[in-house]
């Protein structure tokens, strides 16, 4: 705060409110989770959303991050594993274990078929520097091993997985404790796999973008309505806090923080607010809770804008015979060409309108300031 450069702060904040970016990073907690094998620690960007490198140190003995790339992802769904253990804990380990080893297949897959690829595929990226300055006729290879690159296990509905198991949310002891345990044994996998093929496979929470009406739907159809697990037409994102859940931003920040720490690959942690234009005192608090607790994390701010009748705030979801649409509260309006709706999909900031699945779960969300 008596920083001269805390003005920059208070634009931030100010921008945050208006238009949900920019998200922010603690370089304190950065430090402390992203360790190089020098026992250095590191603070670089995520790419998109939420991906982040896994620390790499080059031959000169220097970090890179940029230049790098993403062999591919493979996402496991956990409340696909939890249903099929019907709450015994032994059976869930063992299926556990074969789709670990599933996932391992596909991810195997992802890297031969990008085995024996010329630079001369995608010049641009392998060529003039994009990524790598390579020689025509010279394949990416050794850059799929060692660490350049990462491979990513993703992972989705930790939330429903744990309360289909012990009927316990992440929010109470028993359940954060079991979840905990999950991404642990994920990260395991992870790191079996690097050490037995010298390929940085991470663990990574999956955006699920639309994914998550196609997973929840193949669980309904596989298991039925269970209630808290398969009732929705989406499953939580990654470790995330259900939307649902009455909790406040800041205990939120606190309990994801720790599961933030074990998704190595990627994690976003987000708070849904209000309008908070007037409040910017209340965003600056919650950028330094950030700075304290959480390594990457981000405000839903809400900024709505009707064409038919000029309304700028919060554009709603309403249900009308089972199908849910946008209405502009001010007018009725709800031609969504005569209107913009800018939402925190998953990480990104989506404006083109979402599949039904993805449009109940935003519209469910409760506020946590
Ligand atoms: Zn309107």
Request: charged share 25%.
């Amino acid at each position: 705060m008596n920083s001269k450069y805390y003005y920059l702060t208070e634009l931030a904040a100010k921008c945050t409110a208006k238009r949900m970016v920019p998200d922010y990073i603690s370089e304190k907690i950065m430090l402390q989770n992203k360790v190089d094998k020098n026992g250095n620690g590191n603070c670089y960007t995520c790419m998109g959303c939420r991906s982040f490198l896994t620390p790499f140190v080059d031959e000169e003995g220097k970090p890179k991050y940029y230049g790098r790339f993403n062999q591919g992802v493979v996402t496991v769904n956990l409340v696909d594993i939890g249903l099929s253990a019907e709450k015994d804990m032994n059976k869930f380990w063992q299926i556990f274990d074969e789709r670990m080893e599933l996932c391992h297949r596909a991810l195997q897959c992802r890297h031969e078929r990008l085995t024996g690829t010329l630079s001369d595929a995608a010049p641009i990226l392998w060529q003039y520097g994009a990524l790598l300055r390579l020689k025509k006729g010279e394949t990416i290879d050794k850059y799929l091993h060692g660490g350049y690159s990462t491979i990513s296990l993703g992972y989705a509905g930790l939330w429903e997985c744990v309360y289909s198991l012990i009927g316990k949310k992440l929010t109470e002891p028993e359940g954060e404790a079991l979840g905990l345990e999950i991404m642990k044994k994920l990260n395991e996998y992870t790191a079996k796999w690097k050490a037995a093929e010298n390929m940085d496979y991470s663990l990574y929470g999956t955006p699920l973008e639309s994914t998550t009406y196609k997973f929840a739907k193949c669980l309904q159809k596989r298991f039925g309505i269970v209630e808290g697990v398969t009732d929705r037409n989406y499953i939580t994102n990654s470790y995330h806090v259900h939307v649902t859940e009455e909790i406040d931003a800041f205990d939120k920040l606190k309990l994801e923080a720790k599961f933030q720490s074990l998704s190595p690959g990627g994690a976003i942690s987000y708070v849904e607010v209000p309008d908070m234009q007037d409040n910017l005192e209340a965003v600056l608090s919650v950028m330094r809770f950030i700075y304290d607790n959480i390594m990457y994390a981000e405000l839903n701010t809400k900024s709505d804008f009707c064409h038919e009748c000029g309304f700028d705030g919060q554009i709603e979801v309403v249900e009308e015979n089972g199908k849910l649409e946008w209405v502009c509260p001010n007018c009725g309006n709800r031609n969504t060409e005569k209107m913009n709706v800018a939402r925190r999909t998953c990480g990104y900031i989506g404006t083109q309108f979402w599949n039904q699945g993805r449009t109940q779960e935003i519209k469910e969300r409760v506020l946590h300031l």
